[in-house]
Every structure is written in structure tokens, then in C-alpha cells.
């Protein structure tokens, strides 16, 4: 079955602590993405890569870094200088054929920060 | 930016059709989406519409686009409860990647 994993489901974290969030696609896509949803609100992208070894910032990268050394991977580190790291994140993948053709989900993963 | 807006809720009755509106700001969307999004869970592909067209029907969903007015609709018919979810509108355009609204939720009454 393709798709997009997403590990873990929930994860709880002390302060000042940095976390990874794995995210995995086996679609044969280019295009990665990672998105933060806190209640109520739409998603807010947090990087994108369009291509292995390229990564560009989104909208509220600051606190979060990324790395793309392989297609089928985009890891997401939520570091301790992100000041609301509590939230529920997505990652998402497209063809990136056409930029901002429709993009693909994962179950995502709700981090809890204390 | 580019923004999206759409209303936060809406309530239906089984059987009733329901009608989900979004507006945006971008003139150079050239396509624009609609995801379902369940509790707990990520978010899910229903359908999309290009921007030279202005209707697009796929089963029980109908897809309205008034490029003039940028106003998009998603109309679900004959509506269940497995439709109770979040539903968000998206667009692509100058921005080179997907502006999403902030979700209507859908609570479909028996």
C-alpha cells in the first residue's frame, strides 16, 4: 500500500528538550511538507522540499529545523527554542509536477510539551 | 499574503444537503482543493477543481467555483453522519504552495 507514515501517533516531551517527528512517504513523490495545526485554526507550514538535499522555510520555520538526505524522508526536529511546541503536526507529500498540486497526508503526530 | 477564509461551523440534518463556502484573495489560484479531516487524524483528499472551470461533480460532492466574486463551494448531498468532519478549502497560486483556511466543522444532526 503507498502512503505516508507518521511516528509516533503521540509523544510527550519535557521542556527544553528537542524531539524528532518521523515522516515517511513510499509514493515516489518529490515534494515533502510539514505543517503545525493548533485547535481552530488552518495549517500553518512549517518547511517544504521540493528535492532531495533542499529544504526552503515556511511560514513559521523559527524553533524547528528539518533534513532531507533521502526522497522517501523528511524528519522534523522540534527544538527547545520553538516557544509552543504543543500541537498536532502533518506532514504531507505531492509530485511537485505542477507546484501546489495536491498533496497527500499522514495521520499525523500530536506532541505534547510540559 | 494570500488569504482563505471560511465559516467555522455548520449544522446539517441527515438527509439535508449541506453547503460549505470559502472565499480567497489570490487571482492567480490555479487550483483549488478540498481536504476532510476526521478527529485524531490527518487530512484527507476529496476533491479539486482547475481554475478554468467552474463546476466540478464527483459522486455526491459538487464543487461551485465563481472565479470572479474567488468564491468556492463544496455541496454534499444527501448528507451522513461519516460526513461530520472538518472540512478545509486550499488554493494554490503565487505563493507556489497551498494556503489552507481554517476549517469548517460539519455536524451532521439525525
Known amino acids: 500500500d503507498g502512503g505516508i507514515t507518521q511516528s509516533p501517533k503521540y509523544l510527550f516531551r519535557k521542556e527544553g528538550q528537542n524531539v524528532t517527528l518521523s515522516c515517511e512517504q513510499n509514493l515516489n513523490h518529490d515534494a515533502m511538507y510539514w505543517y503545525r495545526q493548533d485547535p481552530g485554526q488552518g495549517l500553518r507550514l512549517i518547511y517544504y522540499?521540493?528535492?532531495?538535499?533542499?529544504?526552503q522555510k515556511g511560514d513559521i520555520a523559527e524553533g524547528y529545523s528539518v533534513s532531507r538526505e533521502k526522497k522517501e524522508s523528511f524528519p522534523l526536529t522540534v527544538t527547545s527554542a520553538q516557544k509552543n511546541p504543543t500541537a498536532f503536526y502533518l506532514c504531507a507529500s505531492s509530485s511537485g509536477l505542477v507546484w501546489g498540486r495536491e498533496q497527500y497526508f499522514g495521520p499525523g503526530t500530536r506532541l505534547t510539551v510540559t | 499574503g494570500e488569504d482563505v477564509e471560511q465559516s467555522l461551523f455548520l449544522s446539517v440534518r441527515e438527509g439535508d444537503s449541506s453547503v460549505i463556502n470559502c472565499t480567497y484573495t489570490d487571482s492567480s489560484s490555479t487550483y483549488l482543493y478540498w481536504y476532510k479531516q476526521e478527529p485524531g487524524a490527518g487530512l484527507q483528499l476529496l476533491t479539486y477543481?482547475?481554475?478554468?472551470?467552474d463546476m466540478k461533480q464527483d459522486q455526491r460532492l459538487t464543487v461551485l467555483l465563481n472565479k470572479k466574486d474567488k468564491h468556492l463551494s463544496l455541496r454534499i448531498a444527501d448528507t451522513q453522519t461519516g460526513d461530520s468532519a472538518i472540512y478545509f478549502c486550499a488554493e494554490s497560486g503565487s505563493a507556489r504552495q497551498l494556503t489552507f483556511g481554517s476549517g469548517t466543522q460539519l455536524t451532521v444532526l439525525p
Open positions: 477543481i482547475f481554475s478554468n472551470m
Open positions: 522540499s521540493q528535492i532531495v538535499n533542499d529544504f
